[in-house]
């Protein structure tokens, strides 16, 4: 019996981290479809692997809302995802000072729709915490409803941010196919929920995917070009 226990676990943790790797990964199929592949520089591209990242650490919240599993677990997450999105945001303020110019009134608007995303998250993980929650919902349906409704809105507005954007995805073609992959983990999360196990992963396994993400990202686009 312990043995089966000890195997059963493993095979948890592989469809784990194979759930993640999926998700995480399909995200940089639009950005990697075009060639040839033009480099920004290390700096840029990594920064912007980063937040890729973040964003199908979004995706991958989504599809796991909907399964049995740790709510402490689920919510560990999803401040690493709040977290990889604001070194997203300062990698380039602090490497990039003509990024400021983005953050001034009259930036282009997909720019301002990035910003939007980042508070949606900080809203959903806030009203998401029980003190805030049982105080705006008084029933756990409403909470639940409304929690899936930020989160899809949030994952719009950051696909319309990097989408228009139009620094990595120069085509129509690449346009449509990342549009397709996160309208299909909103749409049809059920059917990617059947890659996750019953454990979400780990804060060490989570941050070391997205950080092998998107160095390899850049290294793709640096070396590669």
Not at 82 to 89: D, E, G, I, Q
Not at 117 to 142: C, G, K, M, N, W
Not at 196 to 201: H, N
Request: net charge positive; hydrophobic share 55%.
């Amino acid at each position: 019996m312990p043995h089966y226990s000890e195997s059963a676990s493993n095979n948890h943790r592989e469809a784990d981290l194979r759930a993640l790797i999926v998700i995480i990964g399909s995200v940089f199929v639009a950005p990697l479809a075009g060639w040839p592949l033009h480099a920004g520089g290390w700096y840029w591209d990594i920064g912007n692997g980063i937040g890729f990242a973040a964003f199908g650490g979004l995706l991958y919240l989504m599809i796991s809302s909907n399964r049995q599993f740790d709510v402490t677990a689920h919510k560990v997450l999803g401040y690493l995802v709040l977290a990889l999105t604001l070194s997203h945001v300062f990698w380039f303020l602090l490497g990039d000072a003509a990024t400021i110019e983005y953050m001034k009134f009259g930036a282009p608007d997909y720019m301002w729709l990035g910003l939007v995303s980042l508070l949606l998250l900080f809203v959903l993980l806030t009203i998401a915490l029980p003190p805030e929650r049982t105080r705006v919902h008084r029933q756990y349906s409403d909470f639940k409803y409304w929690h899936r409704f930020v989160a899809i809105a949030t994952i719009a507005c950051a696909a319309y941010h990097i989408v228009i954007s139009g620094f990595y995805l120069n085509g129509w073609t690449q346009a449509l196919l990342f549009i397709a992959i996160a309208t299909a983990t909103c749409l049809e999360r059920d059917r990617w929920a059947r890659l996750v196990g019953p454990r979400l992963p780990t804060p060490v396994v989570f941050v070391a995917v997205s950080a092998f993400a998107a160095v390899a990202f850049a290294a793709a686009r640096n070396l590669g070009s």
